[in-house]
C-alpha cells in the first residue's frame, strides 16, 4: 500500500497526460478493441499487434532499456493513443509485471503456468495468447526512477477513480509532495467528485498548491490570503518558503532583489556579523578579532620577539596590542581594525533581508497571511492553554482536597497523603493484574482505591494522630515518618522501577480541535472525575448531618462536643474520607503518569501550596487554590516553555509573595471560626 | 559572668571535653599522625558528621527554643557549601589552566585563562562563559564572606516576608519547605549558572594545598569541624541561657502572650532565623569540602525534614540532644545503608537493611513522637532526675 503512494510522492508528469488520463479513463467501459483501427494507426507493423503493443513497439528501446530522461516520451506516447487499457499497462509497468519476449521483442504480461512455463497476456486484450518457456522471455524491471515517473502520471487518474480510497491515496500522495502539473487535474476533477468529503479535501489542496504554483500572481495572491484563518500545518508549510530570507548587502540602493528590510548595523544586525559579510567576500580587511590577532602574531614569532617585544611579555592584552601595532609597521600583518574603520566600512554599503521568490505582491501577501496565522494560532494556544490549566487544576484539586478537609477539621497537615495517592495507584495496578479487562479493572479499583486508602488513613489517625492532638508540629513529623517508611515499604514490595496502569482503550487518543488544540481523553476524565467529587463533597458537607457535623468540629470542637456530636468520630470520618479521595487521585494521576513509589512526593507539595493558596477548610478554597496554580504553572511554562524547573520555581516564589497578602488563603473562614 | 554562664551550662564544659577527647582519639588512631588504625574514610565520616550535628543545633535553636519548624535549613546548609565549592572549583581550575597552558607560544592573558577556565568548568552544561555569579569565585575572602551573607541574607529576606505577615505554625513549616523546593530546583536548571544536577565537585582538593595528601587534610578538617562545633554549642548555650534566652523560649511557649507583654515577637523570631541559617551555613562550608560533591539533591526538602528528625529523635530543647541525634541517626544512617549491617534472617524473610532500614527510620520516628516527645535526651534526663531524687 505505502510503496506506490511514496513513489506517487515523487511526481515528474507533464499536463496533457493528466487531461488525457481523464479522457481514457472515462471510456473503460468500451473495453473492446477494433482490430481496424490497429491497422490504421500502424499500417508498417503486421496486423496481428494490437494498438497499445503497436505503439509500445515504436519505442520498444525505450519500454525495454527505460530510463527517466526516455520515459516521458513512452508515456505520452501511450496517452496520446487514449486507449482504455493504457492506465492498466502503465500500472502494470511500474509494478514490473511487463515482459518482453526475446524472439521478436513483443510485450506481454504473464501468468504463472506449469513448471517452467508462463502463459502469455496479451496487452491489448487481456487474453491469454499461449505459452512460453521462462528462458525465452524477460521481465521488465525499471528503476525506481522510472517507477515514480509511472506513478506520478497515474495520480491524475487516479484522482477521478470510481474508488474513493485510490481518490484519498492519490491526494495524500500530492499533498506530500505537490507538483505544478497537479494543478490543472486536480482542479478538473473538483466538479466530478460526488463525495462531499473528499471534495471538499480537493478544493483546499486546490488552494496549497495554487499558493505555489497558480499561473497568475493574482490567483496566488487569492490563494494566499485565503489561509489567513488557517491552523493547519500545511497551510504554514506551503507559506514559509515564500518567506524565507537571506542576509545580503549591496553598494548603494539594492537592485534586482525582493527586499523584505533593510537592515541597520548594530540594530538589526550585529555589526560583526555584517562584517564579517563583507570579509567572507573578501571585501574587507579580516584583522578584527583578538584571535586572529592573536595568529598573526604566533605566525611572526623570532628569536623570542615578536616586533621587538619580548614573548613572555605577551601576557597582557595591552602588551599584544602593542607588539601588533609594530608588526603593521614592518609590513607583516594587516592593519588592525578599529571600531571607526569598521563603522566607515560599513557605512559603505546598505545591508538588507531579501526574500527568495522575486515575486514582491506574493511575498508580502504571503508574510501577512503568516503574521495573521500567527495570531490566530496564539489565540488558539492560548485557549489551549486555558484547558492545559483546567486539567492541571482538575489534578491538583483530587490530589488536595483530602489533605484540605482533614487539615480543616483537624489543624494537621498529613505528610504521608503523598502515600495514600501511591497506594491508590499501586491499588489500580494490581486491580489490572487480577482483572485483564481495563474498562472493568479501572471500575473496580476507583471504589476499591477508596477503600484501601481511607482504611490506611482511618488507621493512622486512630494509631497516630489521634494522640498527637493539640501538637500538630509533631504530627507533621510523625505523619513524615510513616510516609518514608510506606514509601519504602512500597519499593521493597513493588520494586523501584515504574509500574504501568494502562487506560481502557476508550480513554486513548485525544479530542482534537484543530491543529492546535487538543486535549486527551484521559484528561477529560480526569477532570469529570474532579467535578464529580466537587460536587459529591458539596453535597456530603452541607446537605447531610455528618456534613453538619465536619462543619461544627471545624469550627469549633469544644462546642460541637457540647452540642452532642462526637469529635473522635468526625475526626476518624474525615480522615478516611480525605484519605479515601486521596486514593481515587491516585488511580487517576497513575493513568497518565508511571506508578513508582515517589508518585505521591511529586504531588504533595503541589498539594500543600492549594491548600495554603486555596484556604483551610472550604471545598470552595481548595477549587480556587488548584485552579490559580495549575493556571499559574500553565501559563509560567507558555512564556518558558523549555524549562518548567524554572516555572515550578517562580511559582513558588509568587505563592510565597502571594501569603503575604492573603496569609490564610483565598477563601479564608472569618469570624469565631477563625480562631486557632 | 564566666562562672554563671557555665553553672547555668553544666552540658558546656562536658561537651567541650568529650568532644576534645574524641577528636584527639581519631587523631592518635589515624593513617597520617598516628597508629593508621582509622582509615582516612573513617575521619571523614567523623569530620562530617560534626558539621551535620552544627547544623543540628542550629535546627533546636529555631524549633526546639523557638518553636519555628523550619524545613528549610538544610537549604541554607547546601548554600554554604555552594559558596566555598565556588571558590574551591575555580581556584582549582585556575591552578589547572595555567598549568596547561605554560606551553603555548604565546603567555596566556587573564581574559584567555578566564575563558579557559569557562569552558572546564561549564563545559558539563553546554556553556563556555563564567556567569555572573561567579564574578567574585577567585577570591578567598570574598567567598568566606558570602557563605555568610548569601544564606543570611535569603533567611532574613525569607524570614521578614514571612513572620510580617503572621504565617506560623504549620503554615510556615510548608512555606519553608516551598523555598527549599523552589531554590533547590533553581539550582537543577543547567542555566543557573551553578552546573544544574552535575553541582560543584572535586571540592576535597584544596587549591594550594595539592601536595598534601587527603589523610592530611581530612585530621585538619575534622579539627575544624570540631572547632566550629565546640564553638556552635558555646554561642547556642550563650544564647539561650540567657534573657534573649527566656524571650525566646516564651514565644514558643506562648506567642501572644509575649506580644501582649510589649516584646516584638517578630523581630526575635527573624533573629534567631536568620542567625541559626548562617550557623547552617558555615557548617554547610566545612562539611562539602570533606563530602568533595555539592549538588542540588541535597538541597531537596527531604534533608530538611531529616535535618527535623534528626532533632526530634535526640531531643528539642536541648542542645546536647540534637548532637546525640545528629550523631545517632545519620551514622546509624551511613552504617545501614552502607551495606556493613549483618542481614536479619527471620525464617521465612531475610531483612536486608539497605532496604528496610527507611521503614525502620520511619517508624521509629512514629514512636519517639507518640511515647518519648523529648526524644532521647528526654529519657537521659528522666534517668538522671530519678538518681538525684
Known amino acids: 500500500m505505502l510503496r506506490p503512494i511514496l513513489i506517487a510522492a515523487f511526481l515528474i508528469a507533464t499536463s496533457p497526460i493528466f487531461a488525457l488520463a481523464q479522457d481514457s479513463s472515462a471510456e473503460t467501459g468500451a473495453a473492446s478493441v477494433s482490430e481496424e483501427v490497429i491497422v ?12 497499445l503493443q503497436a505503439i509500445l513497439q515504436e519505442h520498444r528501446n525505450e519500454v525495454a532499456k527505460a530510463s527517466r530522461r526516455t520515459v516521458d516520451e513512452v508515456i505520452d506516447a501511450v496517452r496520446a493513443a487514449k ?39 496479451d496487452i491489448d486484450t487481456g487474453e491469454a495468447v499461449g505459452t512460453i518457456s521462462k528462458g525465452d ?39 506530500r509532495r505537490a507538483e505544478k502539473e497537479h494543478l490543472e487535474p486536480l482542479r478538473a476533477s473538483i466538479e466530478t467528485e460526488e463525495d462531499p468529503a473528499i471534495k471538499a479535501r480537493k478544493e483546499r489542496l486546490l488552494r496549497v498548491i495554487t499558493i505555489s504554483f497558480g499561473q497568475t500572481t493574482e490567483t496566488r495572491v487569492d490563494a494566499i490570503r485565503s489561509f489567513s484563518q488557517d491552523l493547519s500545518l500545511d497551510a504554514r508549510a506551503a507559506l514559509n518558503p515564500l518567506v524565507v530570507t537571506r542576509i545580503g548587502y549591496s553598494e548603494g540602493e539594492p537592485e534586482g532583489v525582493n527586499v523584505a528590510r533593510t537592515l541597520t548595523p548594530g540594530k538589526d544586525i550585529s555589526r560583526e556579523v555584517a562584517y564579517k559579510l563583507l570579509v567572507d567576500d573578501e571585501k574587507a580587511i579580516a584583522a578584527r578579532t583578538r584571535a586572529e590577532r592573536k595568529a598573526a602574531l604566533e605566525a611572526n614569532i623570532e628569536d623570542g620577539t615578536v616586533g621587538g617585544v619580548p614573548v613572555s611579555e605577551l601576557s597582557s592584552q595591552e602588551a599584544r596590542d602593542r607588539a601588533y601595532s609594530s608588526l603593521v609597521d614592518e609590513g607583516k600583518a594587516p592593519p588592525f581594525v578599529t571600531d571607526e574603520t569598521m563603522d566607515a566600512e ?52 483530587l490530589a488536595a482536597i483530602g489533605l484540605a478537609i482533614t487539615f480543616g477539621v483537624m489543624g494537621v497537615i498529613n505528610m504521608a497523603h503523598g502515600e495514600f495517592i501511591m497506594i491508590g495507584a499501586y491499588t489500580g495496578y494490581v486491580v489490572q493484574q487480577i482483572i485483564p479487562n481495563y474498562t472493568v479493572s479501572i471500575l473496580v479499583a476507583l471504589p476499591l482505591a477508596f477503600v484501601i486508602a481511607a482504611a490506611a488513613g482511618i488507621a493512622l489517625e486512630r494509631l497516630v494522630i489521634r494522640h498527637l492532638a493539640s501538637r500538630p508540629l509533631e504530627t507533621l513529623l510523625a505523619t513524615f515518618g510513616v510516609s518514608i517508611a510506606l514509601q519504602q515499604i512500597a519499593k521493597n514490595v513493588f520494586g523501584t522501577q515504574a509500574r504501568p496502569l494502562t487506560s481502557p482503550s476508550w480513554l486513548d487518543g485525544a479530542w482534537v480541535i484543530n491543529d492546535v488544540v487538543a486535549v486527551s481523553y484521559i484528561r477529560i476524565a480526569i477532570f469529570v472525575l474532579a467535578l464529580v467529587f466537587f460536587a459529591l463533597l458539596l453535597f456530603v458537607l452541607n446537605r447531610t448531618r455528618l456534613g453538619l457535623e465536619v462543619r461544627a468540629v471545624t469550627q469549633n470542637p469544644r462546642m460541637a462536643s457540647s452540642m452532642g ?59 480556587a487554590g488548584a485552579t490559580m496554580i495549575g493556571f499559574l504553572q500553565k501559563v509560567i511554562e507558555f512564556f518558558n516553555p523549555s524549562n518548567t524547573l524554572a516555572a515550578q520555581t517562580y511559582m513558588i516564589i509568587f505563592i510565597i509573595i502571594f501569603i503575604q497578602f492573603r496569609p490564610k488563603g483565598i477563601i479564608a473562614l472569618k469570624g469565631r471560626a477563625a480562631g486557632d | 559572668m564566666k562562672n554563671t554562664f557555665l553553672a547555668r551550662n553544666p ?42 550535628c552544627l547544623i543540628a543545633i542550629a535546627m533546636d535553636l529555631v524549633w526546639g527554643y523557638c518553636g519555628i519548624l523550619s524545613l528549610g535549613h538544610f537549604a541554607f546548609f547546601g548554600l554554604g557549601g555552594y559558596m566555598i565549592g565556588m571558590w574551591l572549583m575555580y581556584a582549582r581550575t585556575e591552578d589547572i589552566v595555567i598549568a596547561s597552558m605554560t606551553n603555548a607560544a604565546l603567555p596566556p592573558t587573564p581574559d584567555e585563562v578566564r575563558d579557559a577556565i569557562g569552558t572546564q568548568i561549564f563545559g558539563v552544561v553546554g556553556g563556555s562563559d563564567v556567569p555572573l555569579v561567579w564574578s567574585f569565585a577567585h577570591s578567598l575572602p570574598i567567598q568566606l564572606a558570602l557563605v555568610v ?72 578538617f575534622m579539627w575544624g569541624s570540631a572547632l566550629a562545633l565546640g564553638l556552635g554549642y558555646v554561642f547556642a548555650a550563650w544564647m539561650v541561657s540567657g534573657k534573649f534566652g527566656n524571650v525566646v523560649k516564651a514565644i514558643r511557649d506562648d506567642e501572644a502572650r509575649i506580644r501582649f507583654l510589649g516584646y516584638s515577637v517578630e523581630a526575635y523570631k527573624l533573629f534567631i532565623f536568620t542567625v541559626t541559617a548562617v550557623i547552617a551555613a558555615i557548617a554547610g562550608a566545612i562539611y562539602y569540602p570533606q563530602a568533595g560533591i555539592v549538588n542540588p539533591a541535597e538541597i531537596a526538602p527531604i534533608a530538611s525534614i531529616y535535618l527535623a528528625v534528626w532533632v526530634a529523635i535526640g531531643g528539642r530543647g536541648r542542645l546536647y540532644g540534637a548532637v546525640i541525634g545528629a550523631a545517632l541517626v545519620s551514622l546509624l544512617s551511613s552504617w545501614f545503608t552502607g551495606g556493613q549491617a549483618p542481614d536479619l534472617p527471620l525464617g521465612f524473610y531475610t531483612v536486608q537493611w539497605v532496604d528496610w532500614w527507611q521503614v525502620l527510620l520511619g517508624l521509629s520516628f512514629v514512636l519517639v513522637t ?11 534526663d528522666r534517668l538522671v532526675r530519678k538518681d538525684a531524687a
Request: aromatic share 10%; proline share 4%; net charge negative.
Open chain 1, 40 to 51: 490504421d494507426a500502424t499500417p508498417e507493423t503486421p496486423t496481428a499487434l494490437g494498438p
Open chain 1, 83 to 121: 486507449l482504455p487499457q493504457g492506465l492498466t499497462f502503465l500500472e502494470r509497468w511500474g509494478d514490473r509485471e511487463l515482459w518482453q519476449r526475446e524472439e521478436d521483442g513483443l510485450f506481454f504480461f504473464t501468468e504463472k503456468a506449469d513448471g517452467q512455463d508462463l502463459t502469455l497476456i
Open chain 1, 137 to 175: 522471455i524477460k521481465q521488465l524491471k525499471p528503476n525506481s526512477g522510472v517507477r515514480t515517473v509511472i506513478a506520478s502520471s497515474l495520480v491524475a487518474s487516479q484522482l477521478e477513480d470510481p474508488d474513493p480510497a485510490r481518490r484519498r491515496q492519490a491526494l495524500d500522495a500530492i499533498e
Open chain 1, 346 to 397: 560599513l557605512a559603505k554599503y546598505t545591508f538588507y533581508e531579501a526574500y527568495a521568490d522575486s515575486n514582491a505582491e506574493v511575498t508580502t501577501a504571503a508574510a501577512e497571511t503568516l503574521d495573521s496565522i500567527d495570531q490566530y494560532v496564539g489565540l488558539n494556544r492560548f485557549f489551549s492553554l486555558v484547558l492545559d490549566g483546567l486539567s492541571l487544576a482538575s489534578i491538583y484539586f
Open chain 1, 565 to 623: 456530636i462526637n469529635p473522635d468520630r468526625i475526626n476518624m470520618l474525615t480522615f478516611g474520607l480525605g484519605s479515601g479521595i486521596a486514593g481515587i487521585a491516585g488511580v487517576a494521576i497513575g493513568l497518565f503518569a508511571k506508578v513508582t513509589s515517589e508518585l505521591g512526593q511529586a504531588y504533595i507539595v503541589q498539594s500543600f501550596m492549594t491548600v495554603v493558596v486555596g484556604g483551610v477548610g472550604n471545598i470552595w478554597g481548595t477549587l
Open chain 2, 11 to 52: 552540658s558546656v564544659l562536658v561537651f567541650i571535653l568529650l568532644l576534645a577527647v574524641i577528636t584527639l582519639l581519631a587523631t592518635v588512631f589515624s593513617e597520617a599522625y598516628g597508629t593508621g588504625l582509622l582509615p582516612t574514610n573513617y575521619v571523614k565520616i567523623l569530620g562530617k558528621t560534626l558539621c551535620l
Open chain 2, 149 to 220: 551573607l548569601v544564606p543570611g541574607l535569603l533567611a532574613l529576606v525569607f524570614g521578614w516576608l514571612a513572620f510580617r505577615s503572621r504565617v506560623t505554625g504549620v503554615y510556615l513549616s510548608i512555606l519553608t519547605q516551598a523555598m527549599t523546593l523552589a531554590l533547590s530546583l533553581y539550582l537543577f536548571q543547567n542555566d543557573s549558572g551553578l552546573r544544574g544536577n552535575n553541582g560543584l565537585s572535586g571540592l576535597q582538593n584544596i587549591p594550594g594545598l595539592t601536595d598534601a595528601p587527603q589523610s592530611v587534610l581530612s585530621i585538619w
Open chain 2, 370 to 380: 507518640l511515647f518519648a516527645p523529648r526524644g532521647i535526651a528526654g529519657m537521659f
